[in-house]
């Protein structure tokens, strides 16, 4: 559309179904490769993306010509596909129901980007699911418990 501009830093967080921790190294390079693909294809920008065997972070420049659910919706959807093709997983992959998404200016980004790149280190400190209600009560989100990304018990 002529004469509009945005600027719009979003950092997306997703889950394994039930947190299973079945996101391997050896193939992890090529899922973050595959969901780069998915989000340029949609004409968003990836700024940053890494993550850990159960969740992934991405960092991108959001583009408003798309609904954001409609975005999540076509990474987790085409990349799961793709996991199950492939056959990188002894059990069918499934992502877990939800999202988080947080806003960020432009200053913010290296600070943000580093702190994804380290999710490795950032995770010997600390479990996932204490780092999301962190994010969630940073950025004041409202939440219940009982539809955090929930364990298979």
């Not at 967080?13 to 973050?32: C, G, M, N, P, T």
């Amino acid at each position: 559309m002529a004469n509009t501009y945005t600027q719009i830093h979003l950092q997306l967080i997703f889950a394994v179904k039930y947190r299973q921790a079945v996101i391997h190294e050896s193939w992890e390079d090529e899922l973050y490769k595959y969901i780069t693909g998915i989000v340029q294809n949609q004409n968003h920008k990836l700024l940053c993306i890494n993550g850990m065997p159960d969740h992934i972070h991405i960092l991108i420049g959001y583009r408003p010509h798309q609904a954001l659910s409609d975005l999540l919706k076509e990474i987790k959807g085409s990349s799961s596909s793709w996991i199950n093709e492939e056959r990188l997983t002894q059990k069918r992959f499934k992502w877990q129901e939800g999202y988080a998404a947080f806003s960020y200016c432009r200053s913010d980004l290296p600070r943000v980007c580093s702190y994804i790149e380290k999710q490795k280190s950032h995770h010997q400190r600390k479990k996932f699911l204490e780092e999301y209600k962190e994010f969630l009560k940073a950025f004041e989100v409202e939440y219940d418990e009982k539809y955090i990304f929930t364990e298979l018990v």
